[in-house]
């Protein structure tokens, strides 16, 4: 394989962080290994011709088939009840297929939320959330300007309808691969470049680089963590840590696999969880139900975060809790916020 370094011109890359908002409304965080902002200087490594293939899979699709997030590909059709047209090809405009960063199998990227078995009625309201604007971010809150109710709920109903896996393992480390942010905001280990000093950072690479760009829900991720961050976010998430914030199994539930409209957060990525309690304490995430981690996350430093994301992304993934089924009469918030049976 042919490899090189060269400097890319970002206008000429295709436009990955979708319609984000501008400056003005609400700003990246400057924390690039939580928040990943592309590498101005990208890695020069031949381009994938032909037909990819995946394992244990009959599918096959060109990288160009691959990277158009208006038709993502679905690797193992047999694994989930059949799409919604939404979550397959998007619906125009902005709003894109929704498995082109959430997979077929709803577990997503580090980059996006793992969807697989979060309850409906708890999607739809984080839907509501990024449509009003309550709850800011990167690609969601444009999309969900031209998402549906009828959309929405399909989608929502669908990726919680999945099964919750296993889908990284969480290492400590004293130090990890040099890495770079690809076009699509993958994190990818450097070609050649070595190892650093993990520091206060989680980073999440793929187990197969290959396969995560060719969006294999079979080919999951390794999330390194600093060392003794599993025992310092232990300690945090089931004492409270004395005062510093409130054990999480009280609205989690006591394996952490979620209560009613409370999510499931055991085995999400530690990535994904740094950057929401994050976005709790900056006031980014301020939906309707945001109030109820305003005191978890008002002393939380962090360092006390990112441990905290080390501990719960290391653990299993779903739960009896997790997997109660919505009543087919349960309300649910619609996108404009209004009640609907």
Not at 31 to 47: G, H, L
Not at 165 to 183: G, S
Not at 203 to 208: G, M, S
Not at 291 to 319: C, E, T
């Amino acid at each position: 394989m042919r490899i090189g370094i060269c400097a890319l011109v970002l206008a000429l890359l295709p436009i990955v962080r979708i319609g984000a908002q501008s400056p003005q409304q609400w700003k990246l965080p400057d924390i690039p290994w939580a928040f990943p902002v592309r590498d101005k200087v990208q890695p020069v490594i031949d381009v994938r011709s032909g037909l990819i293939h995946v394992p244990d899979s009959a599918k096959s699709y060109t990288q160009d088939q691959i990277d158009d997030l208006a038709n993502p590909p679905d690797w193992f059709p047999d694994e989930h009840a059949p799409m919604p047209k939404v979550v397959q090809h998007g619906a125009g405009g902005e709003v894109l297929g929704c498995a082109s960063c959430h997979l077929g199998s709803g577990l997503g990227h580090p980059e996006s939320a793992n969807l697989a078995g979060v309850s409906a009625a708890y999607i739809m309201r984080q839907l509501a959330d990024f449509k009003s604007g309550a709850r800011m971010g990167e690609a969601m809150p444009d999309i969900s300007k031209d998402l549906s109710d009828d959309d929405a709920r399909q989608a929502s109903q669908w990726f919680a309808n999945l099964k919750p896996k296993v889908w990284q393992t969480v290492v400590e480390a004293d130090r990890v691969p040099i890495t770079f942010i690809n076009i699509h905001l993958m994190r990818m280990p450097l070609p050649g470049g070595g190892e650093e000093p993990i520091g206060d950072r989680i980073i999440e690479l793929p187990q197969d680089p290959a396969r995560a760009e060719s969006r294999d829900p079979h080919s999951g991720f390794v999330a390194y963590v600093p060392a003794g961050s599993i025992a310092k976010g232990k300690e945090l998430v089931t004492t409270g840590g004395s005062g510093k914030t409130i054990a999480c199994f009280i609205c989690h539930g006591s394996s952490l696999g979620g209560l009613a409209e409370v999510p499931a957060i055991g085995g999400h990525s530690p990535m994904y969880l740094f950057r929401q309690l994050y976005y709790f304490k900056d006031g980014s995430r301020a939906g309707t139900m945001s109030a109820l981690m305003k005191g978890v996350v008002a002393k939380l430093s962090p360092d006390d975060m990112l441990a905290i994301a080390a501990y719960v992304g290391s653990l299993p993934p779903h739960s009896e809790e997790s997997m109660i089924a919505t009543p087919s009469n349960q309300t649910i918030t619609s996108l404009s916020g209004t009640p609907k049976q």
